[in-house]
């Protein structure tokens, strides 16, 4: 059984569409994140959501909606794709908030706009 | 604010041992992890460092200095499968690690 499973792995749409990512763990874990992996290999964190309520947004732009249902997913839907956001998205989940616990990551969605 | 530094590239021979060093500076700082990331994959857990020293754990091992804001990660006995990206994140106030852009170590024969 896979522990943090992503769909789709890969994503190739045309620019102005609208996109969803879903995001499942099986681990029983309370805290799950969205990262953003762009082509210089940066990880940013993008959201944070402990027991299906937010608790970290960063710096994100307002067409990226998180949804997290039950504690065990946590979805991304992107509105008005554009060519910027090209990039490798990976959820996590962690017991804790973060602070030594570590990340299990999914393998991540591949997102191509074009 | 974060800052993490690391180098862009390394390569090592198969059977020797390599050292990846990692500067940070977080505020309100926490503990430092390591994550190894193969090409196209998911990073993986390899560390969380809190204290000063080192932290051995098989083939990998992972030191800290606070009072520096420096860190290392030392791989022996390397293989093959060990080319990889290694991503260095330091935890700040927040709690949420702030990862640098990793370094990529190619292992030859």
């Known amino acids: 059984d896979t522990a943090v499973s992503q769909t789709p792995k890969y994503l190739v749409t045309q620019m102005g569409n609208d996109k969803s990512i879903k995001c499942e763990q099986n681990?029983?874990?309370?805290?799950m994140y969205w990262y953003k992996q762009d082509s210089k290999k940066f990880l940013k964190i993008m959201f944070s959501?402990?027991?299906?309520?937010?608790?970290i947004n960063e710096t994100v732009p307002n067409r990226f909606s998180p949804k997290s249902p039950d504690k065990a997913h946590l979805n991304l839907h992107i509105n008005s794709l554009e060519l910027g956001d090209s990039a490798v998205y990976f959820c996590?989940?962690?017991?804790?908030?973060?602070?030594?616990?570590?990340?299990?990551f999914g393998s991540g969605t591949r997102l191509t706009v074009v | 604010g974060q800052n993490i530094d690391q180098p862009t590239e390394m390569t090592a021979t198969e059977g020797a041992i390599v050292q990846i060093n990692c500067t940070y500076q977080?505020?309100?700082?926490?503990?430092l992890f390591w994550y190894q990331q193969h090409a196209g994959e998911a990073p993986t857990f390899l560390s969380y460092?809190?204290?000063?020293g080192l932290e051995e754990k098989g083939r990998f091992s992972s030191f800290l200095s606070r009072s520096k804001g420096y860190s290392y990660l030392l791989l022996k006995e390397l293989q093959m499968k060990d080319s990889a990206s290694y991503l260095c994140a330091g935890s700040g106030g927040s709690y949420i690690p702030t990862f640098g852009r990793g370094t990529s170590l190619i292992v030859h024969p």
């Open positions: 681990l029983g874990h309370d805290t």
């Open positions: 460092n809190v204290l000063d």
């Open positions: 996590a989940s962690s017991q804790g908030e973060g602070d030594g616990y570590g990340y299990t």
């Open positions: 977080t505020s309100g700082f926490n503990g």
């Open positions: 959501y402990n027991n299906k309520e937010l608790i």
